[in-house]
């Protein structure tokens, strides 16, 4: 079983650092094009959405990063540390996303390196669909819909009162 809760500060340090030694050759790229310093990164990461530190059994498993804009959840960022790996805890954390988002959003988008093959698979697994390819960084941008919230009340109640 996974508990998710806030991550403390000495927690969100070491996520950050652990996303600067995994993204450091895509970093380079996108800083170049987006025109963005890491100290410019590092105060977005401090100053927007939350991040989750992700424990199995009680034991430090992994960590994520949201940020709640308008009807997306945008995933800003997840790792499942090395010694978890390939037991099912980024499907497990990816489900708890779309489980328990909050009641404004309608999709769940994230960002994936094209050479991460194995993680692009799984959020395709996940239901998650190509919405933009950004081919100077060889990022692929992928929404995942939340269609039981695309409903409105007004058309389910017309819907019974058809049948």
């Known amino acids: 079983m ?3 809760r806030l991550a403390t500060l000495g927690q969100r340090e070491e996520f950050l650092s652990i996303l600067r030694l995994e993204m450091s050759d ?3 790229r996108a800083s170049r094009l987006m025109e963005m310093t890491w100290d410019q990164f590092v105060e977005l990461y401090r100053s927007r959405g939350q991040v989750f530190a992700v424990f199995k ?7 994520y990063w949201v940020e709640v804009r308008r009807e997306v959840m945008h995933l800003h960022g997840i790792v499942v540390l090395p010694q978890f790996r390939g037991l099912g805890l980024g ?3 990816l489900r708890k996303l ?3 988002y909050p009641p404004e959003v ?3 988008e994230l960002g994936v390196e094209d050479r991460n093959v194995r993680a692009k698979s799984l959020y395709e697994r996940e239901g998650f669909q190509t919405v933009r390819f950004l081919p100077d960084l060889k990022f692929t941008i992928m929404q995942k819909p939340l269609r039981d919230r695309l409903a409105s009340p007004s058309s389910e109640q ?4 058809d049948g």
Do not use: R
């Open 98 to 100: 779309a489980s328990d």
């Open 57 to 63: 059994d009680d034991t430090l498993a992994g960590y």
């Open 106 to 108: 309608n999709a769940i």
């Open 26 to 28: 895509y970093f380079e």
């Open 2 to 4: 996974l508990a998710y």
């Open 158 to 161: 017309e819907s019974a009162d």
């Open 91 to 93: 499907t497990q954390m």
